[in-house]
């Protein structure tokens, strides 16, 4: 009964805080107009969050209050939803004012750990990015070419032997994404991966992608009482663990890589061969400790595109039909086939790896916008004053999906991704 009383009086203490700081601070945007809340303890946050098909009622906002809105968070919290170009650049440009939510910051610390690149900030995370990014450059990138076209090989010869006429071909592009991460990244084929972590990356990336009304609410008390400690939840344990296994996978393979480079031996044309080979100001333990978050964010992300990628394809078989002849009547050179560029690039601006991203403003600050909007007092306001603990959600889909985002039209397209107008 102790166990009870005390979770009872924990319980308790936690509402009342909440109802305090909801009810006692008043964001400066409630004049934006936005939809109606459903509900009190979630807002419009499972509708925002959990619809089937994503977007069914973020895209339906877009139109009708435009690229500026305002939507009820959990506990009658006031969120701001941004999808204005101006604003969404200050927004995102601004990372001393704009944080990431306590949840994600969470989740980045466990998974990238205290000397990440995604962690660290100021000067220790320019430095980590400039090195890093000297094997992200075109001249880099087409160093790895040759490893992702074997792992597509083998992609192809498996969709090939299969006896099925509908092939789910989910079960092919995720362990060949981690496939080609992985020899991208640290030259190594996914079979020498250790078994628990893939197992790990797999798992992680289901539940990622598994946003239920437990979770909205979780991320909701951590943006209200930032002093709770995560480190309890299961999934954070996921993280450690799969953190710990690829640091120590990273850092063996840069020992190897090392030892080859001090011996004359050619280390591979893989990423971490290439940043030794630069001899950039990272150290060994710089480049081992970026190993989770490489692998992590580089299978995520680039399984989900490309099965979007695929999903179109298929839901337009005049497209599909078009682009096939183009790759076997052109010549090999990407630059040469326009239609796939603009299917590689209409995939990244519809599917973006991360449709939506929400900050809290740590101080008091003003976002500027693109065009003046109407408050409901019949204003018209051309900036929005934010204050410090307000959330502040960037919709990097609906941002991609308005008219005004639209600048550079791709003529060779003449196709569309269901109605939408193909960008470049």
Not at 341 to 360: C, D, T
């Amino acid at each position: 009964m102790n166990y009870v009383l005390a979770f009872t009086s924990l319980a308790v203490a936690v509402t009342v805080y909440i109802a305090a700081s909801v009810f006692t601070r008043k964001a400066s945007f409630r004049a934006v107009p936005g939809p109606p809340s459903p509900s009190w303890i979630f807002g419009n946050m499972v509708q925002l969050w959990t619809s089937s098909p994503y977007g069914k009622y973020e895209f339906a906002w877009l139109k009708q209050y435009g690229n500026v809105y305002r939507l009820k968070g959990c506990f009658g919290q006031n969120c701001l939803m941004v999808s204005d170009p101006h604003a969404v650049q200050h927004v995102l440009n601004n990372v001393d004012t704009f944080r990431n939510s306590p949840l994600f910051e969470w989740a980045i610390y466990a998974l990238d750990g205290p000397k990440g690149v995604q962690y660290v900030r100021g000067e220790e995370h320019r430095r980590l990015r400039t090195a890093l990014n000297v094997a992200f450059t075109a001249g880099a990138v087409r160093e790895y070419q040759e490893l992702f076209e074997n792992v597509a090989r083998k992609i192809s010869s498996k969709l090939e032997a299969s006896s099925e006429s509908v092939v789910d071909v989910c079960q092919f592009i995720g362990p060949g994404t981690l496939a080609a991460i992985a020899e991208a990244v640290l030259g190594r084929s996914v079979e020498e991966l250790d078994e628990e972590l893939v197992h790990l990356f797999s798992t992680m990336v289901v539940q990622d992608t598994r946003h239920t009304p437990s979770s909205v609410i979780a991320n909701a008390l951590c943006t209200l009482v930032p002093q709770l400690n995560l480190s309890v939840l299961p999934v954070f344990g996921l993280l450690l663990k799969a953190r710990k296994l690829a640091t120590r996978l990273g850092t063996q393979v840069i020992e190897e890589k090392a030892a080859a480079l001090e011996g004359g031996m050619d280390p591979g044309n893989d990423l971490y061969a290439y940043l030794l080979r630069q001899n950039t100001t990272l150290t060994k333990e710089d480049i081992a400790n970026q190993t989770g978050i490489l692998l992590a964010a580089g299978y995520d992300t680039t399984a989900n595109t490309l099965t979007f990628g695929l999903l179109e394809l298929a839901r337009n078989p005049e497209l599909q039909e078009k682009i096939r002849k183009e790759i076997h009547s052109m010549t090999s050179s990407y630059d040469s086939k326009p239609l796939l560029n603009a299917l590689i690039k209409e995939s990244l601006r519809m599917f973006p790896a991360i449709a939506l991203a929400e900050r809290v403003a740590v101080r008091d600050t003003v976002i500027p916008l693109t065009e003046s909007i109407p408050t409901t007092a019949g204003e018209h306001i051309d900036h929005i004053p934010v204050r410090k603990g307000d959330v502040v959600l960037v919709g990097v889909a609906s941002y991609q999906r308005s008219i005004i985002s639209r600048i550079i039209s791709l003529n060779a397209v003449t196709c569309v991704f269901q109605g939408h107008v193909p960008l470049g």
